[in-house]
Structures are given as C-alpha cells and as structure tokens.
C-alpha cells in the first residue's frame, strides 16, 4: 500500500494566507511585548534617577514650553518642581476610584518660578461626596512658592466620554483633561505633559495669612499642608506577557495551518 500526497490549489492558498496571517499578527504582537519591555525599563530607571530640575531641562525649560519631541524624552522621569499653585484653577477628573471607593483625581496649574509657564500638576485623589456629588471634600493648598517631586506624564490618563465634555472651567469635573485644553481654557502657557506629585509640596517661605481662603470648601487646613490627598498612583498596565501569550497564539495557529494542510493531503493508494 503506497501512500501518496495530493497537491489541492485552494486548500494551498487558504494555507498560505493563514499562515500570512498567523506571522504577522504574531510579529506585531512581539514588537508590542518589546515595546512594554523597553517602557518597563524606562520606567525603572527614570524611578531611580536623581529627581530631574525642570529648570534646566532642555536649557531653561522653566523660562520656555518644551515641544512634544523633550516632552516625550522626559516622560516618566523623576522631576522637581519650584513655583505655587494656581489655587483659582482647580480641575476634578471624574470616574476615578481608588481601593473601590468613587472620587476625583485633584489636577491644578502649577506656575514654575520666575516664568509665566505652567505646569499642569495631578495633586492627588479626593473621595466623592456621595450625597453632593459637586461639593468637593476640604483640602489645603499650599500658599506662596513651594518645591515639589513627581512623574512626568505626557496625558492624566483617559476614561470613556459619554455625550460631549463639560466647558472647561475653574472647579469643573470633567472625565478627560489636556494640558493643551486648559491652556486655551485658561489662556496660560502649558507644559505639554503632566506631572504625578508624588509627596507633600515644601513651602519655601510662611505664608501670607491675607490669602484667600481655599477654594475647594469652607475648611481650610493648616496652609501649605497637603499630606491628606491620595497619591497612590496606579502603575501603567504594561502587559507584557499578555503580548508574548498572544503572540504563542498566532504562530501557533500558524503552524497548526500548516500541518493540517500536509496530514490532510496524504491518501493512501494501492
């Protein structure tokens, strides 16, 4: 009993193309998983970093906004920054739960000393008030220079948007926000990123006891006492060995494409 293989055309060609198919969706998805891998490592070492002085990034970053191309080359680094709060600008990103509690993401212009430039600043989480979803939890601001550390970020992150965003305002609550939209909500000059502090602002001197109140409620703290806000920041969902699993997948079916092709174009023969 001999046993021969039988060339079909169309089962030839439907091979190929899952075959096509099954390499290239895997190729893509290995150059994800080395793409997470490089950010992983960028993430590391910028953590480790000795906290870079926005000062002097880029020559006098303080003085002049960075373009896309220096702020994506500092993302995720360590950074400090001297300046106050602009205290009449605060923004509430909605739709941010932190430990399965509901709250606000607590973001505000930050303008860098001795420069008109500002830097939108995520100061830190706020539970919501479940009665008054609009009446804000007290917090304190610092009052006057202070220095503080944090990440930079290139976005504050993103939620789906339902129906269109609400106009963007001093103590709006809004689900996204970019430092592009506050700059011409606020007609200020904005840093192209955004930084995650990731401690108490330090005043630089006492402040002065004619301030305004806070804006954010009736209470006013201590001022330049911030420690109460949440900064436990959520780390970036890399996903590495999601993408390498993936990949398996589709060499995988590759593979399995060939071999059905071969087993089933044997016939046996007399």
Same mark, same amino acid.
């Given at each position: 009993?001999?046993?021969? @293989?039988?060339?079909?055309?169309?089962?030839?060609?439907?091979?190929?193309?899952?075959?096509?198919?099954?390499?290239?969706?895997?190729?893509?998805?290995?150059?994800?998983?080395?793409?997470?891998?490089?950010?992983?490592?960028?993430?590391?070492?910028?953590?480790?970093?000795?906290?870079?002085?926005?000062?002097?990034?880029?020559?006098?970053? *303080?003085?002049?906004?960075?373009?896309?191309?220096?702020?994506?080359?500092?993302?995720?680094?360590?950074?400090?920054?001297?300046?106050?709060?602009?205290?009449?600008?605060?923004?509430?990103?909605?739709?941010?739960?932190?430990?399965?509690?509901?709250? =606000? !993401?607590?973001?505000?212009?930050?303008?860098?000393?001795?420069?008109?430039?500002?830097?939108?600043?995520?100061?830190?989480?706020?539970?919501?008030?479940?009665?008054?979803?609009?009446?804000?939890?007290? !917090?304190?601001?610092?009052?006057?220079?202070?220095?503080?550390?944090?990440?930079?970020?290139?976005?504050?992150?993103?939620?789906?948007?339902?129906?269109? *965003?609400?106009?963007?305002?001093?103590?709006?609550?809004?689900?996204?926000?970019?430092?592009?939209?506050?700059?011409?909500?606020?007609?200020?000059?904005?840093?192209?990123?955004?930084?995650?502090?990731?401690?108490?602002?330090?005043?630089? *001197?006492?402040?002065?006891?004619?301030?305004?109140?806070?804006?954010?409620?009736?209470?006013?703290?201590?001022?330049?006492?911030?420690?109460?806000?949440?900064?436990?920041?959520?780390?970036?969902?890399?996903?590495?060995?999601?993408?390498?699993?993936?990949?398996?997948?589709? !060499?995988?079916?590759?593979?399995?494409?060939?071999? =059905? @092709?071969? =087993?089933?174009?044997?016939?046996?023969?007399?």
């Amino acid at each position: 009993m001999r046993i021969g @293989f039988r060339f079909r055309l169309v089962p030839c060609i439907a091979t190929v193309l899952v075959v096509a198919l099954g390499v290239s969706l895997g190729n893509w998805q290995q150059r994800r998983a080395e793409q997470k891998t490089a950010l992983q490592h960028k993430l590391a070492e910028g953590n480790a970093a000795a906290p870079l002085s926005l000062s002097s990034a880029g020559g006098g970053a *303080a003085a002049l906004p960075l373009d896309a191309a220096a702020a994506a080359a500092i993302e995720y680094r360590r950074v400090r920054l001297t300046g106050e709060f602009r205290r009449d600008w605060p923004l509430y990103l909605d739709n941010r739960p932190y430990q399965g509690r509901a709250g =606000f !993401y607590l973001l505000m212009p930050f303008r860098m000393a001795g420069s008109d430039v500002h830097v939108l600043v995520e100061r830190g989480w706020l539970p919501r008030n479940m009665a008054q979803r609009e009446q804000m939890q007290p !917090y304190s601001t610092p009052v006057g220079q202070v220095t503080l550390e944090g990440i930079v970020k290139l976005s504050a992150g993103h939620v789906m948007q339902l129906g269109s *965003a609400a106009p963007l305002a001093p103590g709006a609550i809004v689900q996204n926000v970019e430092p592009a939209q506050l700059a011409a909500a606020g007609a200020m000059v904005v840093q192209a990123f955004v930084v995650e502090q990731s401690g108490p602002a330090v005043p630089l *001197a006492s402040p002065d006891p004619a301030e305004p109140a806070n804006v954010a409620g009736p209470a006013k703290p201590a001022a330049g006492d911030d420690a109460k806000l949440v900064r436990d920041w959520p780390a970036p969902a890399l996903g590495v060995e999601k993408h390498r699993g993936y990949a398996f997948q589709w !060499y995988a079916l590759a593979l399995m494409a060939v071999l =059905f @092709f071969v =087993f089933t174009g044997f016939r046996r023969g007399k």
